[in-house]
DNA sequence: CGGTTGACTTTCC
DNA sequence: AGGAAAGCCAACC
């Protein structure tokens, strides 16, 4: 995850797989437990759809930062994944 | 040790 | 197309 390169985000089963992860829903629950005082850039993590997952204002927060990075939105906040989602690069 | 939960994903209706 | 249901697996109580 933290080889997501600023301005690019990652679906957390993109993560999972590439991590080598069990599952989507524990690399969710991998960052809960990290907590926002963490250097990783959690941010750049989206569903499956390119929406925000993290309600609250963590989850404004979140936005916020991916703005700052250069990440564009659609109109339902939305993230092209097309566009910014990142592919892992054969990370055995 | 077991039932519930969750920053998810996919499929079925 | 949008919502409900199931699958998934580690953490929590």
């Known amino acids: 995850m933290a080889r997501i390169p600023a301005g690019r985000v990652a679906t957390y089963g993109a993560i999972a797989a ?7 829903r ?5 960052l809960h437990g ?6 990783v850039p959690w ?4 569903n499956a759809r390119g929406l925000i997952s993290l309600p609250g204002a963590a989850g404004a927060l979140q936005r916020r930062r991916l703005e700052s990075e250069g ?10 994944l ?6 892992a690069p054969q990370s055995e």
């Open 18 to 24: 590439a991590a080598h992860a069990s599952g989507a």
């Open 26 to 30: 524990q690399v969710g629950y991998a």
């Open 34 to 39: 990290l907590g926002p005082h963490s250097k």
């Open 43 to 46: 941010h750049r993590v989206l």
């Open 71 to 80: 990440v564009r939105f659609s109109g339902r906040g939305a993230v092209d």
């Open 82 to 87: 097309a566009r910014f989602g990142w592919v």
